[in-house]
C-alpha cells in the first residue's frame, strides 16, 4: 500500500474536473475507484468533500489516498527531510518575498514537484520558505526539471489562485533565454504548432515527451492542443548556434524544447527533443556543440513581468544565469549587458 499523497494544483492543472486530473495522474485509476474514494471522502480537496466533477484550483491541495500496487502507478516519490543545505539552498535562491509571494530563482536539475523517481523538489524545500508563516508557500506553476530561472510561490491559497488566473490569462509576461543549434531565420517568428502526448512508454521517457502537430491537423488530432511560442534571435554564433529569446504565449508541457526542436533548432543540451547523440555540423540540428558545453540544457526563465495580486503594482522579476550557462556565454563571448530584459518591445535594439 501507499502512503497518502498531498498534490498542490499549479496553474496548468487548474479549471479541469478532479477526476480528469486524477486519472492524468495516476494513469491506471478507473472512474469507479475515484467515484467510491469521493463517496467515502477519501479524497479531499482542501480538507473538505469533494465529488468526481469538482473542478479544481490554482493554489488547492487534493488528498489522495493510499493506493495499492504502487509500482503500477506513477506515484510522487515520498520527500526525504530536509537538509541544512538544501534548506540554505533554497532561501538563497529567492528574488522577493513579501506577504503575498515568493519568488525564487530555480536552480537546473530542481525538480518543480515529486514524481516516479523524484525526491528532492521545490515543493518538499518550501517548508524551508515559510519565514514565519503558518503554511509553507504554494506552487502556482511549473519548470521542467532541467530548466532554470524565476518560479512563484503565492503564500495564501487566494493568492496562489489569483496568481494562477494571470498566467492562464496571459495577464503576465515571461521571457525565456536559450541558446539553440544553429540560427533561426527570419530573425524573428512565431511557431504556432499544436502539442500533444507522444504515445508510448519506453524506457527513455517517451511518454513524457510531447509531440507537434501542424495548426490544420490540430483540430482533428486527438489529445492536440494549440500552442504558440514567439522567438527572437539575440546574437549568432556563426551558423553553429544563437543566443535566442523565447516567449510561450500559451503554456503547454515543454513547450518551447518541442517548438525549437520543431523548426530545426533544439535547444542545446536537449537529449529529450535535441538528440543527444547527434553532433551538431552547422547544419541546424543535433543538440550538442562539443565539450561541457553540451552537458546541460540552456533553457532560462530569465525575466517576469507581473501585477501585484494585491496592489496591483507592476513588477519585473529578472534571474541570473545558471553556472553553466554563464560558461557558455562567457565562452561564446554573448554580453548580458547588451541586450534589454524585453528585446521584443524594445524599438532600440
Avoid at 10 to 17: C, F, G, L, P, T
Avoid at 168 to 178: L, P, S
Wanted: net charge positive; aromatic share 6%; charged share 30%.
Amino acid at each position: 500500500m501507499s502512503s497518502v499523497e498531498r498534490v498542490v494544483i499549479v496553474s496548468e492543472e487548474s479549471d479541469q474536473r478532479l477526476d480528469r486530473w486524477l486519472k492524468r495522474r495516476f494513469e491506471h485509476i478507473g472512474q469507479s475507484q475515484i467515484e467510491k474514494w469521493c463517496r467515502k471522502g477519501e479524497v479531499r480537496i482542501d480538507g473538505g468533500r469533494c465529488k468526481a466533477s469538482t473542478r479544481i484550483e490554482t493554489g488547492q491541495e487534493v488528498r489522495v489516498p493510499p493506493l495499492p500496487f504502487v509500482s503500477a502507478y506513477r506515484l510522487p516519490a515520498k520527500p526525504k527531510s530536509m537538509s541544512e543545505a538544501d534548506s540554505r539552498m533554497i532561501r538563497d535562491a529567492v528574488i522577493f518575498k513579501d506577504d503575498h509571494m515568493i519568488v525564487i530563482n530555480k536552480p537546473a536539475g530542481l525538480a518543480t514537484q515529486g514524481g516516479s523517481k523524484q525526491t528532492r523538489h521545490v515543493d518538499g524545500l518550501a517548508d524551508a520558505l515559510r519565514f514565519d508563516y503558518d503554511e509553507k508557500p504554494r506552487l502556482v506553476h511549473r519548470l521542467d526539471k532541467d530548466t532554470s530561472g524565476i518560479l512563484l510561490l503565492a503564500r495564501s491559497r487566494k493568492i496562489a489562485h489569483d496568481l494562477g488566473e494571470a498566467l492562464r490569462h496571459r495577464a503576465t509576461r515571461k521571457i525565456y533565454w536559450a541558446a539553440v543549434a544553429g540560427v533561426p531565420a527570419p530573425k524573428a517568428g512565431s511557431i504556432k504548432y499544436g502539442l500533444r502526448k507522444a504515445f508510448g512508454h519506453g524506457a527513455k521517457g517517451e511518454a513524457e515527451k510531447m509531440e507537434v502537430v501542424h495548426p490544420r491537423d490540430i483540430a482533428v488530432s486527438e489529445g492536440a492542443k494549440r500552442a504558440h511560442s514567439d522567438y527572437y534571435v539575440v546574437s549568432a554564433l556563426a551558423k553553429r548556434g544563437a543566443w535566442v529569446a523565447l516567449v510561450p504565449v500559451t503554456g503547454r508541457t515543454h513547450q518551447l524544447r518541442a517548438h525549437m526542436a520543431a523548426i530545426g533548432h533544439p535547444i542545446i543540451g536537449d537529449g529529450k527533443y535535441g538528440g543527444s547523440g547527434q553532433e551538431n555540423l552547422g547544419d541546424g540540428w543535433g543538440a550538442q556543440l562539443g565539450g561541457m558545453i553540451s552537458c546541460k540544457l540552456h533553457l532560462h526563465a530569465r525575466h517576469m513581468q507581473i501585477r501585484h495580486p494585491i496592489t496591483s503594482e507592476k513588477l519585473s522579476f529578472t534571474a541570473e544565469l545558471p553556472e553553466h550557462m554563464e560558461y557558455s556565454w562567457s565562452t561564446f563571448q554573448w554580453h548580458l549587458e547588451d541586450v534589454p530584459d524585453d528585446p521584443f518591445e524594445d524599438p532600440d535594439f
